[in-house]
């Protein structure tokens, strides 16, 4: 409602709340042109422990130049700064400008990269995407991509007493691990090496007093890039089981794609299997220019770098092929973070910086 109501005020001539809770906001020129989509995600990672905070973080705080509090780098910042670019540009230009200028706030980027932002994407078709998380006011020009993947070694249950009656799906597991680590994946000279990595284990049944695991289930973070797809994946893990499988007796295991549900704050349910891809853009294209000479207008140097971690550029850049770039306000190092903050000074560069981007991108 918040937004809504700041959008209805500040004069945008559409805006749409999705099925998923998704807003969209849309300013349009006086002549017909491209659509420039400034994408943010308005939720947020919870607080694990209150205690470990020494600042609030709900209170907005300021201190020391900087704005403390849960989201305020990730990502809530850096979409008031493009709200406030976006109405300065408007206010300066007023509608003497070619093109449509979108805002959105996307929900569930947190656990589902880019699935909420299908349906913007279908529903607008922007020309251009400017993923507004924290590039320490870099243009970013790609990420890895991330998938989750289950395995599953099963065994067969016995009383712990007589372990030689069963089979141990725990061991069995013990196996495939050391194997997995020796998976060589491809590097890409931009976003680095995608990566295989291990980041929970759980036998079945859990307790287990007295019985022998017949299952053990094991998931992997992978980091893609943008030659992988969740199939060839796949592959490269299968082909490991299926080794294991012809050296130890009674040996069974799968592999899958983890698949999840969430309710929206709407009461719909998203539910996506998690595998988000790798984007690329050209570093060099003419919209990389007009973003690079906006940012050095604004007196940034021209510094171009990668994200490290997955974005909604999985879904525009990944999936639906659209020229992304990202830029914002603040590090990566303070999402997700206790005592989180944003600097001041970078929300108001950032600011300045898209206000230059709507200059340069709607007049090529």
Same mark, same amino acid.
């Given at each position: 409602?918040?937004?809504?109501?700041? #959008?209805?005020?500040?004069?945008?001539?559409?805006?749409?709340?999705?099925?998923?809770?998704?807003?969209?906001?849309?300013?349009?020129?006086?002549?017909?042109?491209?659509?420039?989509? #400034?994408?943010?995600?308005?939720?947020?990672?919870?607080?694990?422990?209150?205690?470990?905070?020494?600042?609030?973080? #709900?209170?907005?705080?300021?201190?020391?130049?900087?704005?403390?509090?849960?989201?305020?780098?990730?990502?809530?910042?850096?979409?008031?700064?493009?709200?406030?670019?976006?109405?300065?540009?408007?206010?300066?230009?007023?509608?003497?400008?070619?093109?449509?200028?979108?805002?959105?706030?996307?929900?569930?980027?947190?656990?589902?990269?880019?699935?909420?932002?299908?349906?913007?994407?279908?529903?607008?078709?922007?020309?251009?995407?400017?993923?507004?998380?924290?590039?320490?006011l870099k243009l970013n020009y790609g990420q890895r991509g991330r998938m989750e993947v289950s395995i599953e070694t099963i065994g067969k249950p016995c009383h712990s007493s007589s372990p030689e009656k069963g089979i141990n799906a725990v061991y069995h597991m013990a196996q495939v691990i050391p194997e997995l680590r020796k998976i060589e994946l491809d590097s890409d000279p931009d976003l680095g090496p995608a990566i295989l990595e291990l980041v929970d284990i759980c036998s079945e049944p859990y307790p287990?007093?007295?019985?022998?695991?017949?299952?053990?289930?094991?998931?992997?973070?992978?980091?893609?890039?943008?030659?992988?797809?969740?199939?060839?994946?796949?592959?490269?893990?299968?082909?490991?089981?299926?080794?294991?499988?012809?050296?130890?007796?009674? #040996?069974?295991?799968?592999?899958?794609?983890?698949?999840?549900?969430?309710?929206?704050?709407?009461?719909?349910?998203?539910?996506?299997?998690?595998?988000?891809?790798?984007?690329?853009?050209?570093?060099?294209?003419?919209?990389?220019?007009?973003?690079?000479?906006?940012?050095?207008? @604004?007196?940034?140097?021209?510094?171009?770098?990668?994200?490290?971690?997955?974005?909604?550029?999985?879904?525009?850049?990944?999936?639906?092929?659209?020229?992304?770039?990202?830029?914002?306000?603040?590090?990566?190092?303070?999402?997700?973070?206790?005592?989180?903050?944003?600097?001041?000074?970078?929300?108001?560069?950032? @600011?300045?910086?898209?206000?230059?981007?709507?200059?340069?991108?709607?007049?090529?």
């Amino acid at each position: 409602d918040f937004l809504k109501d700041l #959008f209805t005020q500040m004069g945008f001539d559409e805006i749409n709340i999705d099925r998923y809770g998704s807003i969209v906001a849309v300013m349009r020129g006086e002549r017909p042109g491209k659509k420039l989509l #400034f994408d943010s995600h308005i939720d947020t990672v919870g607080i694990p422990k209150l205690e470990d905070w020494t600042k609030d973080p #709900f209170g907005g705080q300021i201190e020391d130049g900087r704005v403390y509090g849960r989201g305020c780098s990730d990502m809530k910042g850096p979409m008031a700064a493009a709200i406030s670019g976006v109405e300065a540009f408007v206010r300066k230009n007023s509608r003497d400008f070619a093109g449509e200028i979108l805002i959105s706030g996307v929900v569930h980027e947190e656990c589902f990269e880019g699935v909420a932002a299908r349906e913007i994407s279908q529903r607008y078709q922007p020309d251009y995407v400017i993923i507004c998380e924290t590039t320490d006011l870099k243009l970013n020009y790609g990420q890895r991509g991330r998938m989750e993947v289950s395995i599953e070694t099963i065994g067969k249950p016995c009383h712990s007493s007589s372990p030689e009656k069963g089979i141990n799906a725990v061991y069995h597991m013990a196996q495939v691990i050391p194997e997995l680590r020796k998976i060589e994946l491809d590097s890409d000279p931009d976003l680095g090496p995608a990566i295989l990595e291990l980041v929970d284990i759980c036998s079945e049944p859990y307790p287990g007093a007295s019985v022998i695991p017949a299952r053990c289930r094991a998931t992997y973070d992978v980091r893609t890039l943008t030659t992988d797809s969740a199939d060839s994946i796949l592959a490269r893990i299968n082909e490991v089981l299926d080794r294991l499988s012809q050296r130890i007796p009674d #040996f069974k295991a799968s592999a899958s794609l983890v698949e999840s549900s969430e309710v929206c704050y709407t009461g719909e349910t998203i539910t996506a299997e998690r595998f988000f891809p790798a984007w690329k853009s050209d570093p060099e294209s003419t919209e990389s220019l007009a973003i690079l000479s906006a940012m050095e207008k @604004a007196g940034l140097p021209p510094s171009k770098s990668v994200y490290s971690f997955c974005t909604n550029g999985s879904h525009y850049g990944g999936e639906a092929g659209l020229t992304v770039y990202g830029f914002g306000p603040s590090q990566e190092t303070q999402c997700h973070m206790d005592d989180e903050y944003i600097e001041i000074s970078q929300l108001e560069k950032a @600011a300045e910086v898209y206000q230059n981007i709507c200059e340069n991108l709607l007049s090529l």
